[in-house]
């Protein structure tokens, strides 16, 4: 995702106000009920889906913090730091734990509620179901709400919001209570949005939002495995150079849940870079974060387990091979 220094420096003192302020819980060492996943169970030395690399997953635990519902996801520079929402207006900082590369575990857990205008905690998916999240040119955050379609900017995610003059409505054209902008990106140039349903070829799904011009809308399929699932985009997230790595999921009962990735370069020529469906391991994939480091890309996905019994809150980390750059 591109953003200045500037951004950083505020995530990182960010997480420091919050740490002070108290209002955080927090662990020191990645818990021990956190499950190590393979790409494969079946092959658990496999490590390649497609042009990605698997470096590691695990299954987070509820622990003692409800941790679930997860549906956006952003790596903060500045503390070293994932950031994620959940479906009940609650941020969520954490550090990967990490070994030669491989993600093993999370750590220094840090859980708050999101605050509506008025100060007071959001509650209830009328207000509070929050579904996505980026860096805002403005500096802080964006999260994009549903049912109650809006996107307003967060100076940091414990402060009080400011409301935007961005209107997914008027963007996107009429939205479903379940199906707003769950797919929200930024860099110097523009916004990026997708809704969160499935739109019949040919109309346009995503759109471009340049300050002061009009929105520019276009078609973006999933990967060719996904076609004809209901696939829909449910997070995405940008690099210093303009590509833009975009999350699809979808879910069938005969199939189960397909998650898959593609990039949109700069010059729009989109490819398709990984699906994941079984027997790999998948489950309800909503958020995506990209980690640059020199000149290698890492995505990071999560998956929302709807606070469900029967679905899970999973982390991968998967590298993207030089010739998918």
């Not at 500037?6 to 995530?11: L, R, S, T």
């Not at 980026?134 to 379609?149: C, N």
């Not at 140039?189 to 759109?207: G, I, K, T, V, Y």
């Not at 340049?210 to 829909?232: I, N, Y």
């Amino acid at each position: 995702m591109r953003a200045g220094r500037a951004f950083w420096i505020a995530g990182a003192l960010a997480i420091a106000l919050i740490l002070v302020a108290g209002v955080i819980h927090r662990r020191g060492a990645t818990d021990d009920r956190v499950v190590l996943v393979a790409l494969d169970p079946d092959n658990p030395s496999r490590e390649r889906v497609g042009d990605l690399l698997y470096r590691g997953g695990i299954d987070i635990p509820r622990m003692d913090q409800n941790i679930g519902g997860l549906s956006a996801l952003r790596w903060d520079e500045g503390s070293g730091s994932l950031v994620a929402l959940t479906d009940d207006a609650r941020w969520v900082w954490f550090a990967p734990v990490e070994r030669d590369g491989q993600l093993v575990g999370v750590a220094d857990i840090a859980i708050g509620a999101l605050r509506g205008l008025d100060g007071a905690s959001l509650t209830g998916k009328a207000q509070g179901d929050s579904e996505s999240l980026t860096r805002s040119a403005q500096g802080g955050w964006l999260v994009g709400f549903e049912r109650d379609h809006r996107i307003w900017r967060y100076p940091m995610l414990s402060s009080l919001p400011k409301p935007t003059e961005i209107d997914p409505v008027a963007i996107m054209g009429p939205l479903e209570a379940n199906g707003g902008a769950e797919t929200l990106a930024v860099d110097e140039r523009a916004l990026f949005l997708c809704a969160e349903s499935e739109r019949p070829a040919p109309q346009p799904n995503c759109f471009w939002q340049t300050q002061g011009m009009a929105p520019s809308a276009f078609r973006l399929d999933p990967p060719e495995d996904m076609l004809g699932l209901g696939a829909v985009p449910t997070d995405a997230d940008m690099t210093s150079d303009g590509r833009l790595f975009v999350l699809f999921r979808s879910y069938t009962p005969d199939r189960g849940n397909t998650a898959g990735i593609l990039v949109l370069r700069p010059d729009d020529a989109d490819e398709d870079l990984a699906v994941l469906r079984a027997p790999l391991t998948v489950d309800n994939f909503e958020g995506l974060a990209v980690r640059e480091a020199e000149d290698r890309t890492f995505l990071y996905i999560v998956s929302d387990d709807n606070f469900s019994s029967s679905q899970r809150t999973l982390l991968m980390k998967f590298e993207v091979l030089p010739d998918a750059d």
